[in-house]
């Protein structure tokens, strides 16, 4: 695997590189969900220059990262290169004091397309997604309203994110039965510690064609080599975003245990620990580009690296028997908890 063997983007028929640049890190505003201090406007534009010329031609990013200021950087950087690039942007995060401006209705959708083609300085979004389900909103409602858009020309497709099983096949039922455009794609978390998406999310996608984009391939940190038993001391993250690091209960130690194994298999495979994670999500059939989130160009060249990497069979049992398949450790990791598990009022009578 290289980032010259493109990959069919599912039924689109669209080829995009098998690593697509996240962004979430890029601009000064908040909004970013690393733990890290945001990556400065000039040195996001370098990276995702330095990206492009090695060979990377999908983006993705989101209004809501640095409350736009994301989006700003990519449309800057992609000055005179714009067709050059797979372009994914998201809608569905809060943009302002007012709670009005968010969700997945028609009203906030036509307002939320304006601003992201404003701020990346283009006049059509290559892949326009749901960020996160709305359960206020009807799924007809937002599947019409990204239909229209298709048709006015400020979208060439539409995809989800996060969205669960249900979701998934209801919107594709939804589009057939009324005879509008289906969804074409579904972003997800997948990685050697999140797993819970092989399932069926994964399949689901294959059923449908849905062209996959994996994220958190390095789930969320846990895989970046900081996570090592031996190391003496835990990350800073761990104390500075206690909510999303919190080891302290039994799930977060097994996961933990798992991250320190698969780190020893990296060093006995003779690859960096991030090498291991990429090639082990690039593998999934199902998956079109994992999205990476690079903060410096250092991290950059890691992942460049990581596109590299060819795992036998040999290697993905090794990592089977350390994390099986279908595992998530905490249900938080797998992007979203839905409403009926979150609240307890959902579940009692």
Known sequence: MSLSELRVFGRTGTPISPLTLGTMNFGEGPGGLSGGAPTGADESIRIIQSALDAGISAI???????????????????????????????????????????????????????????RLQTDRIDLYQAHRPDYNTDVLETITALND???QGKILYY????????????????????????PAANQVPYSMLVRGNERDVLPIAQQYGLGVLAYGPLAGGWLSGD????????????????????ISGPASERKLLAADSLARLADKLDLSLVELAVGFALNHPA????????????????????????????????????????????????????PSLEYAELRRR
């Open 227 to 246: 996570f090592v038993l031996d190391a003496g001391k835990l990350p800073t993250r761990v104390h500075s975003l206690p909510g999303r690091y919190d």
């Open 60 to 118: 993705d990013t989101a209004d809501v990262y640095s409350q736009g200021e994301s989006e700003q950087v990519v449309g800057r950087a992609l000055r005179g290169r714009r067709d050059e690039v797979f372009l994914a942007t998201k809608f569905h995060g809060q943009m302002s004091a007012n709670p009005a401006h968010s969700g997945n209705s028609r009203r906030w959708i036509m307002q939320a397309v304006e601003g992201s083609l404003r």
């Open 287 to 338: 998956v079109s580009s994992v999205i990476i989130g690079p903060r410096t160009q250092e991290h950059l060249h890691a992942y460049l690296k990581a596109a590299d990497t060819v795992l036998g069979e040999s290697v993905l049992d090794a990592v089977d028997e350390l994390v099986a398949p279908g595992t998530n450790f905490v249900e938080r990791d797998a992007g979203a908890i839905v």
């Open 159 to 182: 995809g989800t994110s996060v969205f669960t099983p249900a979701q998934l096949v209801e919107a594709q039922w939804l589009a057939t039965t009324n005879h509008l455009i289906p």
């Open 149 to 151: 858009l298709i048709r």
